[in-house]
């Protein structure tokens, strides 16, 4: 496993000598974990000239085995109270004869980055940009692995709360129910804050729990994630309480599916993230809700819950296999309540079946 | 109500006219909702030259009552997709003449700070340092209301806990149902991830809760608080699992328990924070475990988890009336477990009565 990631760093230090920088300074906390295998204690990376180190204020907890620096790395614990490790890593930079330092100038704030130029005035600090997050964005198999796992978590905890009675709970402890059930099948946490949206709320992208309980006629959208070794996945469902269906919640259910599976079929290595979007907006704008629609339709996930790439009507760039993806179009009617529906998966060549879709439950209208 | 934020932000353009600057751009979540009431949607506020205006990326969510933006600020919510608030914000500031913006450094990106001044060349940025910070140090009565409310919640939470079986289920499932009960009793949510720790894990700061089972003869460590309309309060207390402690656990916990006392009676306006961690750390000190001490014996609490003033070795400042601290000092021995006691107090003068306890679960050690 350690030399995933030092196969990581190597890539991430060709790009850095391509750009004039002999060393670079990693401290975004996902960034970390990425090239190290764990970010302790606000810990940097440190990608030396001579040496790689990971520079953390508390040590590592080493009960977590899936959780632990790469052994080929320097640990560096700081001694001492309230000290910046980004701070003492360009002064470990310079002690190995660093000149050029490029920094996640996207992470740093403008207090932390003038810090470590003047704690190590001979450097000269440069950008590193999005590098790390752009090495992020194709997923290994072993990566892809505790997405599915992630996703067949969530995929149970979301079948228990269904067999449940739902009627007269409020959307709050449904949530919190969710979360324990996740926790119960092994996450190591929610991959996000679980949203359940009853009623008017229903559909809402983001919608905070309330004390609003279930009611029978209701739309109730539900959206989740397991975090599984890290890795976070999402899903997310909507569905009717009650007997039957009401008509127009049938046909905005049809809609909001038609849009989702035009989306998914869309996703290909070589498509372009736009018409990806597009393939799902279009559906839901042809049928006149343009002023309804969220601002993306899906985004790349991993070891955070929102990652390149984007999936908007303005994106840049194209799908690649084995990037994982969410696709989660939906349209919300303000005072009536909305419809969404959100899978995630991998994007895998036609040869190898298509799209892979990670997050299982059934998409067909279930009446609860 | 509105008078209360309109208070603030004058308050806010003295100290940015005294340094020099005609407007100032907020942009910390925690800041921008003190001085508006609510930060939808990564808003900023813009306290301008003309007008203050509240600047957001979606439109504040009108459900709940006590987290509404403050009607006497304009809203300028944004049109279009992925846009920076506060890059639109030195936009509006440059259209009303403002020539110095005080920007927050220890918040801002570099990145971010560059897109601002690359979107608005005629402003000079200059900042703000932790003036906000500083202003949210002391609180009014109805901020000590809502942490009230919440260290009651926590304690409601905490006392149910105790009343049931404990021998036999996990640190995250106990966390899990403590973070229930906080919702229960009314919270918004919990103040941080709550920490459960058992037996070796026990008196660790900051413990993440893991698989390990309460067994009978454990020390029990539990760390917990709601957040009330934003406000965020924590308790902690250590119990031994089984009918009697043992003699290393009685002395452990009385030392830590004299240790919280010192603290907690060094609390008064005008005590050094430096004299109050040493009136506890000495305790324990004293006692040999120079090594086994935390960095800090406590902190400020508020619209974040922790806030200034530090109670630390190296703190400078003193305590004022109306601070609300936290005081919390531990002994952590690997391999054992160990003890942490941990109240919200609020700082009051001895013509008061002295410091508030807010948190008041018993402090005695129960056997459970």
Request: proline fraction near 7%; aromatic fraction near 2%; glycine fraction near 10%.
């Amino acid at each position: 496993m350690s030399e995933v990631y030092a196969v990581r760093r190597t890539r991430l230090r060709e790009r850095c000598n391509a750009s004039g920088s002999t060393a670079a300074l990693v401290s975004r906390p996902a960034n970390v974990r990425y090239l190290s295998g764990a970010a302790p204690g606000n810990a940097v990376l440190l990608l030396g000239r001579t040496e790689d180190v990971l520079v953390c204020a508390q040590p590592p907890d080493d009960r977590v085995p899936h959780n632990r620096p790469d052994e080929a790395l320097r640990l560096h614990v700081m001694t001492g109270i309230g000290g910046d490790p980004a701070v003492e890593a360009a002064a470990l930079a310079v002690a190995q004869g660093v000149d050029a330092l490029a920094v996640e100038e996207h992470h740093l704030t403008v207090t932390r980055h003038r810090a470590i130029r003047e704690a190590a005035p001979p450097l000269r600090l440069t950008g590193v940009a999005g590098a790390v997050e752009q090495l992020r964005v194709v997923k290994d198999e072993e990566e892809i692995s505790c997405l599915r796992i992630g996703a067949e978590i969530a995929d149970q905890a979301l079948g228990e709360l269904l067999e449940s009675i739902l009627v007269g709970r409020t959307e709050r402890h449904l949530a919190l129910e969710l979360e324990r059930r996740l926790v119960d099948h092994g996450a190591d946490g929610p991959a996000f804050p679980t949203s359940v949206a009853t009623g008017p709320n229903a559909g809402r992208p983001g919608h905070r729990p309330t004390d609003r309980r279930v009611e029978e006629g209701d739309f109730l959208s539900v959206c989740l994630g397991a975090t599984y070794r890290g890795y976070r996945c999402e899903i997310g469902r909507t569905f009717v309480i009650g007997t039957a269906p009401a008509d127009w919640q049938i046909e905005l259910y049809d809609l909001v599916f038609s849009a989702q599976r035009a989306g998914r079929e869309s996703l290909a290595p070589g498509a372009a993230c736009r018409d990806v979007d597009r393939a799902a907006r279009q559906v839901l704008d042809s049928a006149g809700y343009a002023e309804a629609l969220p601002v993306l339709t899906g985004h790349g996930v991993g070891l955070e819950i929102d990652e390149d790439p984007h999936l908007t009507p303005a994106a840049m760039g194209k799908l690649d296999a084995c990037v994982p993806v969410t696709v989660e179009p939906g349209v919300h009617l303000p005072g009536r309540g909305g419809v969404r529906i959100d899978d995630t998966l991998v994007v895998r060549p036609e040869a190898d079946g298509g799209p892979e879709l990670l997050t299982i439950t059934t998409k067909e209208l279930l009446a609860l």
